[in-house]
């Protein structure tokens, strides 16, 4: 299973980005799917997560809100739509796949990931 994670940028305070995820070489339709960040010097932390079916979702106390974690199960992409973004969001942000369809917070959960791609918001 390959994920491809893009759509990362330059921004500035209170401007809106999507990332998006492309997933191939397996079932899109029943991962589970997350998004994570990695800020410079910090450890990598949850951001969002949705389940196989797309109804259900779960985010980050820091993001609630201003992102929105979905998915096309049609074509194998998973989205991060986010907005008023702050200079704390700056980050590399990477996609993961958890093979029992849910939407956990636990990176240990998530057998397949992808490479990040790079949001930096500027005040």
């Known amino acids: 299973v390959q994920l491809q994670a893009f759509g990362g940028g330059a921004v500035q305070t209170g401007d809106s980005l999507t990332l998006s995820c492309a997933v191939s070489?397996?079932?899109?339709?029943?991962?589970?799917m997350g998004w994570f960040r990695q800020a410079p010097g910090k450890e990598r932390e949850f951001v969002a997560a949705?389940?196989?079916?797309?109804?259900?979702?779960r985010y980050a106390d820091s993001v609630k809100g201003r992102f929105t974690i979905s998915r096309d199960n049609a074509k194998n992409t998973l989205y991060l739509q986010m907005g008023s973004l702050k200079p704390e969001d700056t980050a590399a942000y990477s996609c993961?796949?958890?093979?029992?369809?849910?939407?956990?917070?636990?990176?240990?959960?998530?057998?397949?990931w992808g490479q990040g791609t790079l949001v930096t918001v500027s005040s």
């Open positions: 949705i389940a196989r079916s797309g109804g259900l979702t």
């Open positions: 993961a796949a958890d093979e029992r369809g849910l939407r956990s917070t636990l990176k240990s959960d998530y057998e397949y």
């Open positions: 070489g397996g079932t899109f339709s029943k991962y589970g």
